[in-house]
């Protein structure tokens, strides 16, 4: 589990540089990017970047609300019905916090 956290911290980190050079090669040009036929436009990649990290910041959390279920004992069982979560659902998703019936209703 603190390996997944690191990962997507990791991942975080690594978008938040890319976006962080984004901004800085665009910073001082004069670029008409909207109407450049050539590629994706500035504001397009700052927003795709953008997205990716909301993806890993709710990634980190997701693993973070995992680990408080570690420790308080209630990891592994299911939010709605209280009956314990398949070990083969936990392995595939390891921040799962319902049983499959529950998570498909």
Excluded: K, W
């Amino acid at each position: 589990m603190h390996a997944l956290r690191a990962e997507a911290a990791e991942r975080l980190a690594s978008l938040g540089a890319a976006r962080t050079d984004v901004v800085d090669a665009a910073r001082g040009a004069n670029v008409d990017d909207e109407h450049d036929p050539e590629g994706a436009t500035i504001a397009f990649e700052r927003a795709q970047l953008e997205a990716l990290a909301a993806d890993a910041r709710r990634r980190v959390a997701e693993v973070d609300a995992a680990l408080a279920r570690l420790d308080a004992g209630t990891y592994g069982v299911c939010a709605v019905g209280g009956e314990a979560i398949d070990a083969a659902r936990l392995e595939a998703r390891p921040t799962a916090t319902t049983c499959v019936r529950h998570a498909s209703s």
